[in-house]
């Protein structure tokens, strides 16, 4: 009778391990879902992130272009430099007179090189003739002028447009 009790011990030990089994291998594989699961949307959030800070930078960097062609258009308008073989001010005159915008020669854009990705253009535009109120100025009020200028980074999508206001004195007014 002992041999019979160990028997029947036995057996139904060994049908709650193999229910047990098979319990094991289902919470497994859920908590492995879980786990891929997770780390999917990791991935991708790290991703997006990445490609959001990529993005920033390249827009960063298309506002310091644009914004440093201004200034160094204005300083070779400030110095009376040449532009496409006539001197600045001549340029600016021209403008004026017959108030169409004038767009700058790539020939003549002063920050570009071979490897920048960005394309430019820089438009100059007779704004109005009066009070300069403060600034960009050269010697007082007279002629004011609108500098635009435009970095864009091919069918990107990313683009920097910045303006900036110059006043001249007016030849014509006899200030000095």
Avoid: W
């Amino acid at each position: 009778m002992n041999k019979l009790t160990v028997k029947n011990k036995h057996s139904s030990y060994q049908a709650r391990n193999k229910a047990q089994g098979g319990a094991v291998l289902v919470v497994s594989l859920v908590m492995l879902t879980i786990l891929t699961i997770i780390a999917l949307g990791t991935i991708t959030d790290t991703s997006l992130q990445t490609n959001m800070a990529r993005n920033s930078q390249i827009s960063l960097s298309a506002f310091n272009i644009t914004q440093s062609e201004l200034r160094t258009q204005f300083k070779a308008s400030k110095n009376n430099n040449l532009m496409n073989g006539i001197p600045y001010l001549q340029t600016l005159a021209n403008v004026q007179q017959t108030e169409t915008p004038f767009t700058i020669p790539q020939a003549d854009l002063l920050t570009t090189s071979t490897d920048n990705p960005f394309s430019q253009d820089v438009v100059i535009r007779f704004a109005r003739s009066g009070n300069c109120g403060g600034g960009n100025q050269i010697d007082g009020s007279g002629l004011i002028f609108e500098m635009d200028s435009t970095s864009k980074l091919g069918n990107s999508g990313i683009n920097s447009d910045q303006s900036l206001g110059i006043c001249y004195p007016d030849p014509n007014s006899g200030a000095k």
